[in-house]
């Protein structure tokens, strides 16, 4: 219960007109010009950014500390410019589909090659300037989220979901592109035979090793644990999840931003339906797997007779694309057909019209709580965004973050510089207490009980009155500035009668 008062304070506290107003003018720094413009001003301004990005990008590697370097480390301007970058990302993966829109030059029955000694599957796996790019930008987000965790740390990079998802997305393109590298480089191994080993030109009147010959097939005769086919999974389940992530700067905007904090408590209401699902989902499939699993051929359609269709058969069963005559047996047993109908009828009713019923609502008392305080759960998810892009660092997007630019140098530079430090003053460090013991042990017995007695006291009262920590520096000097701003806009009379001012005593 503290907890939740605590977060609830801490949802007032953030959408506060003044903590907004101040992280306002920390989102426009070095642009406050361009925060009294208007949309339509500020759209042309992310409109050039869009088209001149690779030109700021060289300027920046140039000169990162001039004016143009200031500009491009404001936080508004890293969000469009990262915005920008992902947003090509997605049109690459549209484009890199765009070829097939109208269907494909080739059947799964043919082969196409550009002359008649060349290995068909060295031209399907060869990859196309789309995916040179793609490829390109995933290195550049992958470097990205490297030096995240290099930052943040496991622990912290962990906690965010979108760091998942990221993480995730990222393996899944590795994975496919990975496959579909050794696809290329044995389909170019069998090429190379070829080339050396076969002088007729062309190769249907040749006799070609197995290994050879699986990579003039056709699609339709390729193996299911094909390096290729593999591949094209994966990259389809990669390019659902990138498309997914543009839901990450949905909060930026007023009127996406609450429609996105209702989607993702809703996310979490199913993820708590689905216990419920599936246990009752496993329940009714393993009955009916174990009524109908001797009758393999003796019904009118193969439904609940393997594990794999009497899952496809409930699960469809939930959209209402399953007949009833899934229960029905060719023998004349009517005692298992009853059964069937039994169990078949309840788990509709306990699925359909209970359990959906049941999340609908859960949907629904989310969207409710969302809608009542739309303001405040907004302006708290905006808040959030803005954070991640108030640090630096991570200036420039992916890809062009793969060539470091001089200040990456400079500061590489600094920390082997402290690191060395570190290392003379431990070393120094260990010198003195060598130096330190070997005085304590030419001392008597009783006085180095004294002096241990007496420096185990000191110590134990100075834990007591440990510093303060940075975190709590930071949080120290935050409500300090809200309420001495709050106290000021009292003054001013800007501020409204009834407007709580929460201060805490951090001393």
């Given amino acids: 219960m503290l907890l939740i008062l605590l977060f609830l304070c801490l949802l007032q506290f ?3 007109p003044n903590c907004q107003q101040q992280l306002l003018t920390m989102w426009y720094e070095n642009l406050s010009g361009l925060r009294q413009q208007s949309i339509a001003v500020k759209f042309l301004a992310v409109f050039g950014v869009s088209i001149g990005l690779p030109f700021l990008a060289i300027a ?4 990162p500390c001039s004016k143009l370097g200031r500009t491009l480390r404001s936080p508004f301007m890293k969000f469009v410019a990262h915005a920008v970058s992902f947003t090509i990302f997605l049109g690459l993966l549209v484009v890199n589909a765009s070829d097939r829109f109208e269907g494909v030059k080739n059947l799964p029955n043919e082969t196409i090659t550009d002359h008649p000694k060349q290995i068909f599957r060295v031209k399907t796996t060869q990859f196309s300037w789309t995916e040179l790019l793609i490829m390109k930008w995933v290195l550049g987000m992958i470097w990205s989220e490297c030096k995240e965790i290099w930052e943040e740390g496991p622990r912290e990079y962990v906690v965010h979901l979108w760091n998942l998802l990221d993480f995730g997305m990222l393996s899944i393109f590795v994975a496919s592109f990975t496959a579909r590298f050794m696809a290329f ?17 062309d190769l249907n009147n040749v006799t070609l090793p197995p290994e050879v010959a699986y990579f003039t097939y056709a699609r339709n005769k390729w193996l299911p644990s094909d390096p290729q086919i593999i591949s094209e999974g994966l990259y389809a389940i990669a390019v659902v999840l990138s498309f997914s992530r543009i839901a990450y700067i949905l909060p930026a905007n007023e009127s996406f931003g609450p429609l996105q904090i209702s989607l993702g408590r809703t996310v979490k209401d199913i993820f708590k339906f689905m216990v419920i699902f599936i246990m009752v989902f496993l329940a009714f499939m393993i009955g009916m797997f174990n009524l109908y699993s001797y009758y393999l051929g003796a019904k009118y359609n193969p439904a609940f007779t393997t594990v794999e269709e009497s899952f496809k058969t409930l699960f469809w069963s939930i959209f209402g694309l399953s007949e009833v005559i899934s229960v029905v047996l060719k023998y ?7 059964i069937g109908y039994v169990l078949y009828g309840v788990y509709n009713v306990t699925m359909v019209v209970v359990l959906l019923n049941m999340l609908i609502a859960m949907i629904n008392n989310s969207y409710q709580e969302i809608e009542e305080d739309a303001d405040v759960e907004w302006k708290f998810a905006r808040a959030k965004l803005w954070l991640s892009y108030f640090d630096e660092g991570r ?50 017995r009783k006085v180095r009980f004294h002096s241990s007695t007496r420096n185990t006291e000191n110590f134990s009262g100075k ?11 930071i949080m120290k000097r935050l409500i300090k500035r809200y309420v001495l701003k709050a106290q000021v806009d009292r003054e001013n009379d800007e501020v409204n009668e009834g407007k709580w001012i929460f201060i805490i005593d951090t001393d």
């Avoid at 920046?60 to 000169?63: D, N």
């Avoid at 044995?186 to 007729?200: G, I, L, S, W």
Wanted: net charge positive; proline share 5%.
């Fill in 14 to 16: 953030v959408a506060h």
């Fill in 60 to 63: 920046y590697w140039i000169a």
């Fill in 185 to 201: 480089l044995k389909a170019t191994e069998a090429q190379q035979y070829v080339d050396q080993y076969v002088q007729d030109d």
């Fill in 332 to 338: 004349d047993h009517k005692f298992i057909e009853n």
């Fill in 395 to 444: 200036t420039l997007p992916a890809p062009f973050n793969l060539v470091p630019s001089p200040k990456s140098f400079y500061y590489l530079i600094l920390r082997i510089k402290m690191c060395l430090i570190k290392l003379c003053k431990s070393k120094a460090k260990n010198c003195e207490n060598d130096l330190e013991m070997g005085m304590l042990n030419s001392k008597q």
């Fill in 463 to 473: 834990n007591t009155y440990n510093k303060p920590t940075r975190y709590q520096k």
